[in-house]
């Protein structure tokens, strides 16, 4: 009897693999290309194109930007090389092959866009592959990878996909990996429709909202023969409109239209989801005399001074836990068991929140080191997910401008409710309990809080603990 195992390489393949001695076509996820022989039949598996994905790098990540590619077309790779730089709606990331093999086709050109899960590269096992690869990737091209963007021919297009719904269950019974856009994820749950069970028409057997909504039974809405005049009456109304609105902008000498980046399509996307978030602002004022003293000294060992208010607003936090909390389904609290102070960065081309994680737990010396860390590794794009999504309680300063006061919006998203404005620290006159003024220094803060789980009282509570922490800052250094 011959040996039942021939070879097992440690690859894992996501492309169509061919059974030889059979008709069928499968799609293997983690299989390695292996002969097995039996008495009757011989059946030999040869792996032929993988594909190397677009990532999720961030849980709020829908497509990601190819930045350059590191390797070219031919060149050969080894298993947790860099391939390709993405960028993400956060960060600029390196994307490693997790196999062996040639870079056959770039899907994806450099500047260009794919959403999540969709092919941006072709790996060849062998030089022999290498053409079928580049085939593979021109019909990919040429086939529409935009599924969002098919124009003129709706109504002959819209008949078609119901088709694929019907073999749908034949080829659901092999092993397959299952890729589908964020939006047709949506959909399917949406109208509870089995991606199982699903045929993909997009690109390399992507799973388009067209597949879902032919599998869900819905039929798209094709204007009858009669509504033709007024169709074509809306599509030129339409085509009118951009040649109309031109000259608006031309009218301002030197206008330039520029698009938003990846991070800026992103903060724009959260600004206007925090407005579905209810949220009130408290304000507080607050003597900085001891604090500017302490600063002082403890400037020269590398403390910066949003060290030492982060460390003061995670000292408050330990006392006041309901201001740490969040609430992500608008049902529910989420009492957060760590401290992670999320501190607003400017960096080129948007913002970004590196997270001091545990701040109430660590020395300040190691706080402000790992702080001047995070905020290099944020200006060159690098930060991990972990260090930029993990935030509990964010902390926006904009002292260092001369800025009196602001109100900061809360972000989206993630697990605080609660963020601080801070303010620059300027000498103001100040009357104490007998009313005899002196000059001191104080600047103002500013709470803005979800009022779904932070109330006025708790808000409050949690400013005079600060406040207190801030004006005997000793037991920052402890």
């Keep these: 009897m011959s040996s039942l195992l021939q070879s097992t390489p440690s690859l894992s393949f996501s492309s169509s693999s061919s059974i030889s001695g059979s008709n069928s076509q499968w799609r293997f996820t983690s299989s390695p290309a292996v002969t097995f022989t039996r008495r009757t039949r011989n059946f030999t598996v040869h792996a032929k194109i993988r594909e190397i994905f677009m990532p999720a790098l961030s849980s709020t990540m829908t497509e990601g930007k190819i930045v350059s590619w590191i390797k070219s077309e031919g060149d050969v790779l080894s298993k947790g090389e860099s391939v390709v730089v993405v960028e993400s709606d956060k960060a600029d990331m390196d994307v490693e092959t997790f196999y062996d093999g040639i870079l056959a086709a770039i899907v994806v050109p450099e500047g260009e866009s794919a959403p999540v899960g969709a092919p941006i590269g072709l790996l060849a096992e062998t030089e022999a592959e290498i053409e079928e690869a580049k085939a593979k990737a021109a019909a990919s091209a ?138 009130f602002r408290v304000g507080y004022p607050i003597i900085t005399d001891a604090l500017d003293a302490l600063y002082a000294k403890v400037k020269s060992k590398g403390v910066t001074m949003t060290a030492l208010l982060a460390k003061a607003a995670a000292m408050a936090l330990v006392q006041h836990p309901v201001v740490n909390a969040g609430c992500k389904d608008g049902k529910s609290f989420t009492y957060n068991s760590s401290i992670n102070i999320a501190v607003a960065v400017a960096i080129n081309g948007g913002l970004i929140t590196p997270v001091l994680q545990d701040a109430d737990k660590m020395d300040l010396y190691l706080l402000s080191e790992k702080w001047k860390e995070l905020v290099e590794k944020a200006r060159s794009k690098q930060l991990q997910p972990h260090e930029y999504n993990s935030g509990t309680f964010t902390l926006s300063n904009l002292g260092m401008f001369g800025v009196d006061r602001f109100d900061a919006i809360l972000p989206p998203g993630q697990a605080c409710g609660a963020i601080m404005a801070v303010g620059a620290s300027k000498p103001t006159p100040v009357a104490d309990k007998d009313g005899y003024f002196s000059v001191k220094s104080q600047m103002l803060v500013n709470v803005t809080a979800d009022h779904r789980i932070v109330y006025g009282a708790d808000l409050a509570a949690f400013l005079k603990t600060f406040a207190k922490i801030v004006q005997e800052p000793d037991s920052l250094t402890m």
């Design 142 to 279: 040429g086939g529409g990878s935009s599924p969002v963007t098919p124009p003129p021919p709706a109504p002959v297009a819209a008949a078609a996909p119901p088709a694929p719904a019907a073999a749908a269950p034949v080829v659901a019974d092999g092993p397959r990996k299952i890729v589908l856009t964020p939006f047709a994820k949506k959909l399917a749950k949406q109208h509870k429709v089995d991606i199982n069970k699903v045929v993909g028409t997009g690109p390399f057997g992507r799973i388009t909202p067209g597949d879902i909504e032919a599998a869900a039974g819905i039929a798209k809405s094709a204007p009858p023969a009669v509504t033709a005049p007024v169709a074509t009456a809306t599509v030129a109304a339409a085509a009118a409109a951009p040649a109309k609105s031109v000259p608006t902008f031309a009218e301002i000498p030197g206008a330039t239209i520029v698009p938003f980046t990846t991070m800026q399509a992103a903060v724009s996307k959260n600004m206007i989801e925090s407005l579905s978030v209810p949220t």
